[in-house]
Nanobody, 123 residues
Framework: QVQLVESGGGLVQAGGSLRLSCAASGRTFSTYTMGWFRQAPGKEREFVAAISRSGTWSSYADSVKGRFTISTDNAQYAVALQMNTLKPEDTAVYYC????????????????WGQGTQVTVSS
């Protein structure tokens, strides 16, 4: 099992920034990709960004490219999501996730999920 704990959510005005962090523990050696997803009320969970454990590969949803940056601290089994120029449409619960697959970008490719952290962007 892998346990994931997110932190860093909150309320911010449009144009502001937030940094989400996720600490992984347990059988972390079984995971190859770490990702962030988000889910707004009444909508399906959607991909935001993903990164390989080595940090050599990353992928972003088109809606966040140029504004969000995902990073990993492999020594600490942690992953972060720096979110800049936030928009009201970024409001959602953000979930950290871990996958045993390489280059995973779909929710069904991820086995482990954190409890989620709320991000609210006011206009």
């Amino acid at each position: 099992q892998v346990q994931l704990v997110e932190s860093g959510g909150g309320l911010v005005q449009a144009g502001g920034s937030l940094r989400l962090s996720c600490a992984a523990s347990g059988r972390t050696f079984s995971t190859y990709t770490m990702g962030w997803f988000r889910q707004a009320p009444g909508k399906e969970r959607e991909f935001v960004a993903a990164i390989s454990r080595s940090g050599t590969w990353s992928s972003y949803a088109d809606s966040v490219k140029g504004r969000f940056t995902i990073s990993t601290d492999n020594a600490q089994y942690a992953v972060a999501l720096q979110m800049n120029t936030l928009k009201p449409e970024d409001t959602a619960v953000y979930y950290c996730s871990a996958s045993g697959s390489f280059y995973a970008t779909k929710p069904n490719e991820y086995r482990y999920w954190g409890q989620g952290t709320q991000v609210t962007v006011s206009s």
